[in-house]
């Protein structure tokens, strides 16, 4: 059973960095054709991609939020990092991670972890 | 083009069937991937790579892809399906993408 978890503050100050963490289970980024990824969600809006990163160390990042995102990962602890500097109040959003699976039929964000929100706020 | 645009809403009377669209033109090129998404929750994948069920999914969700544009039907609508919907594809490049999503009401 693959599941997934996001952890981190549910409250960032404007400009501060945010950091959160990932912490997942059966599944291995050690693993040929496996990546997690983050996407966010606004209240009330869509869904919104933000980084992935692969087995091989593959990163990418939504061209739009480039220059504010690093992701990691740590195959040994099963965690992948996501840094979002600079947060504003338009950051604020459910973050969610989600494990990124090669079928054969292409690439899918196959399951996800439970959300967590992040609001921004003075 | 690097986006997916999907109708705001869409309305199905209860075992009705109902279609929901995803336009773009990575639909061309990379198959899309459905997910629902009900208050509160995480997105569930429903549909992946074009037509295909993950375990548990009802089957009388599909997915279809014609040119630019792919489709999840829903085929006899129950109350349990009311939700948002959303497609997700791949640019170019194979960086994710993700439609603005679709509200589903069952009426």
């Known amino acids: 059973q693959i599941t997934l978890k996001e952890s981190g503050p549910t409250l960032v100050k404007p400009t501060q960095t945010l950091t959160l963490t990932c912490t997942f289970s059966?599944?291995?980024?050690?693993?040929?054709?496996?990546?997690v990824g983050w996407i966010r969600q606004p209240p009330g809006k869509a869904l919104e991609w933000l980084a992935l990163?692969?087995?091989?160390?593959?990163?990418r990042y939504s061209p739009s939020l480039k220059s504010r995102l690093t992701i990691t990962k740590d195959t040994s602890k099963n965690q992948v990092v996501l840094t979002v500097t600079n947060m504003d109040p338009v950051d604020t959003a459910t973050y969610y991670c989600a494990h990124d699976y090669w079928s054969g039929y292409g690439y899918y964000f196959a399951s996800w972890g439970q959300g967590t929100l992040v609001s921004v706020s003075s | 083009s690097s986006e997916l645009t999907q109708d705001p809403a869409v309305s199905v009377a209860l075992g009705q069937t109902v279609k929901i669209t995803c336009q773009g033109d990575s639909l061309r090129h990379y198959s899309a991937s459905w997910f629902q998404q009900k208050p509160g929750q995480a997105p569930l994948l429903v549909i992946y790579?074009?037509?295909n069920r993950p375990s548990g999914i009802p089957d009388r969700f599909s997915g279809s892809t014609s040119g630019n544009t792919g489709s999840l039907t829903i085929t006899g609508a129950q109350a349990e399906d009311e939700a948002d919907y959303y497609c997700?594809?791949?640019?170019?490049?194979?960086?994710?993408?993700f439609g603005g999503g679709t509200k589903l009401t069952v009426l």
């Open positions: 790579g074009r037509n």
């Open positions: 997700n594809s791949r640019d170019t490049s194979g960086n994710p993408l």
């Open positions: 990163i692969y087995w091989d160390d593959d990163k």
């Open positions: 059966g599944f291995s980024l050690s693993t040929s054709g496996v990546g």
